[in-house]
């Protein structure tokens, strides 16, 4: 059967371990085969123990303690080397064969939008024949300020052009911001209207900003190829939803039913 993952991306902070955990929680209750792979060289805390670990390979401590780097220049170069000794991924991955698999990723959205890293990792993931689903988290309580809101759009549109992998969007935190509004006053950010929603942005912004502000949402309106699935990891409906969108986009469970035992005693898969 075909392989799996999800490549869960996002700015810092944004929710993206607490999704993976989420997720891990709703596979293991539905008895999905799951595995959660860090590909986050400065993590220090998790959930659930990943059962890969670029930690095992190489950290950012000991690559800004050793080569006198930055934490930014020090993760593009961790990353680097993930991609020189991309063997050792294979290698890992081979454990794994029929699993689903969770890859939490660092925050620096660099790695999306500039650099071709997380690219090539998607590319190879791919090659070994998996189905990747890139899963772009942006905090809902970007909503509050339009301008940022706006700005995690593009990040959004520019991971998902740049990745070119099946891709979703998931608003994170919708517990918190439920608290303040409504399902029905927020939808208007799940499927953006940017046009309508420049009107918040200046009156946010001096009149300076004015053409800009319609620049910007006159280019996202063009794109209109990102819309979000709010995700309230407090309702189980909500999870169960963003699961089935993502089992959509890599057709995942579509290949699940010929795993009948075949007569010859084979297991179906042609390997
Ligand atoms: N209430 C609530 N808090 C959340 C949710 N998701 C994340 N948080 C909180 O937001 C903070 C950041 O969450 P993380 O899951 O660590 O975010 P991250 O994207 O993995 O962060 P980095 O790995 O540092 O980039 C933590 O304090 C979480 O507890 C959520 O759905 N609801
Ligand atoms: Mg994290």
Redesign the pocket.
Known sequence: MGRHCQMVM??????????CATMMTHCQNTGRAVHLVNL?PA?EHFEYPPSIDIRELITLEDVMEELDYGPNGGLIYCMEFLLNNIDWLEEELGDFEDDYLIF?C??QIELYTHFPIMRRVCETLQRWNFMVCGVY?LDSQFVQDTAKYFSGVMTATSAMINLEIPHINVM?????VLKRATMEELEQYFDPDPLLLVEDANSATRPKFYNLNRAIARLIDDFSVVSFIP???TNEDSIDYVMSSIDTAIQYGEDLEPKEPREDGGDGDDE
Not at 10 to 19: E, H, I, L, Q, W
Not at 172 to 176: A, E, L, N, P
């Open positions: 996002g700015p810092a902070g944004s929710g993206k371990s607490t999704y986050d993590a939490d660092p925050g988290i994170s935190k919708m517990d918190i995700l309230d990891i």
